[in-house]
């Protein structure tokens, strides 16, 4: 069986604390410069571009209705 750890917000900056954010606006080169970064220092990329489908996939328009109608893609369960 595997160990799901407790988090707390009170430890979530410890646990995220190698956790780098990078936002900007559309076309800004945030994918770009993220990869870059990544092959730079051998970090590991969660590139949301890559997984959006798939999360999108297993994610109802009820469990995040302010995304319903903003994504490229359109909901696949609903239930």
Do not use: F, N
């Not at 220092?41 to 009820?62: N, P």
């Amino acid at each position: 069986m595997k160990r799901v750890a407790v988090t707390t917000p009170e430890s979530l900056p410890a646990r995220l604390r190698h956790v780098y954010w990078i936002g900007g606006g559309s076309g800004a080169g945030k994918s770009t410069i993220s990869r870059r970064l990544a092959d730079r220092h051998g970090w590991r990329l969660y590139a949301t571009d890559e997984v959006m489908q798939e999360h999108t996939a297993r994610t109802t328009s009820a469990q995040a209705p302010s995304c319903t109608g903003s994504w490229p893609w359109t909901w696949t369960s609903d239930g």
